[in-house]
T-cell receptor, first 112, second 114 residues
Framework: GNSVTQMEGPVTLSEEAFLTINCTYTATGYPSLFWYVQYPGEGLQLLLKATKADDKGSNKGFEATYRKETTSFHLEKGSVQVSDSAVYFCALMIQGAQKLVFGQGTRLTINP | NAGVTQTPKFQVLKTGQSMTLQCAQDMNHEYMSWYRQDPGMGLRLIHYSVGAGITDQGEVPNGYNVSRSTTEDFPLRLLSAAPSQTSVYFC?????????????FGQGTRLTVV
């Protein structure tokens, strides 16, 4: 079946620290991979995506590379800010039905 | 740019009541889906649709019905509300074109069943 496993949280870092949130997946076929972010009281916003192996998605200083050999899509940011505090979801989408399979989410808190 | 619009934003129901959560999109996307978000469990798929007139069950469909009579609308019906259905519900629409795909989410409906 299809599944996503995310690094368990919560994660607490100091401002300007380096961030990694691990994400691995199991999928039949060739999924597209996503990171979504959810700020308190809001819906999900797309942070970045990659549609095929070796693609790198990037946005707002965040990056993730689609690694088929390790079935991973780890999220990284070189220097986090207080405004990055949110819940981050890794997800995959299987072509055909365009439905998402989510990881359990990682709550990130950045302290000044 | 409305995107995906969900109504209501908040709702309190009594056990056994029924209601419909509305979802509308103005992007002409073929694909729409409903998810529920519970603490520590991420988002789980309830039902989805690959086009007008076509729906299918997701991971947690029990207690919910859907229909897709138009491309724009994808309402979710709770037949007889139970406390286990207390959750935040998200509707999404998505497209697929030339190997590119993305899902857009509504702001969510926070439902409490007492």
């Amino acid at each position: 079946g299809n599944s996503v496993t995310q690094m368990e949280g919560p994660v607490t870092l100091s401002e300007e620290a380096f961030l990694t949130i691990n994400c691995t997946y199991t999928a039949t076929g060739y999924p597209s991979l996503f990171w979504y972010v959810q700020y308190p009281g809001e819906g999900l916003q797309l942070l970045l995506k990659a549609t095929k192996a070796d693609d790198k998605g990037s946005n707002k200083g965040f990056e993730a590379t689609y690694r088929k050999e390790t079935t991973s899509f780890h999220l990284e940011k070189g220097s986090v800010q207080v405004s990055d505090s949110a819940v981050y979801f890794c997800a995959l989408m299987i072509q055909g039905a365009q439905k998402l399979v989510f990881g359990q989410g990682t709550r990130l808190t950045i302290n000044p | 740019n409305a995107g995906v619009t969900q109504t209501p934003k908040f709702q309190v129901l009594k056990t056994g009541q029924s209601m419909t959560l509305q979802c509308a999109q103005d992007m002409n996307h073929e694909y729409m889906s409903w998810y529920r978000q519970d603490p520590g469990m991420g988002l789980r798929l309830i039902h989805y649709s690959v086009g007008a007139g076509i729906t299918d069950q997701g991971e947690v469909p029990n207690g919910y019905n859907v229909s897709r009579s138009t491309t724009e609308d994808f309402p979710l019906r709770l037949l007889s509300a139970a406390p286990s259905q207390t959750s935040v519900y998200f509707c999404a629409s998505s497209y697929y074109s030339n190997l590119n795909t993305e899902a857009f989410f509504g702001q969510g409906t926070r439902l409490t069943v007492v």
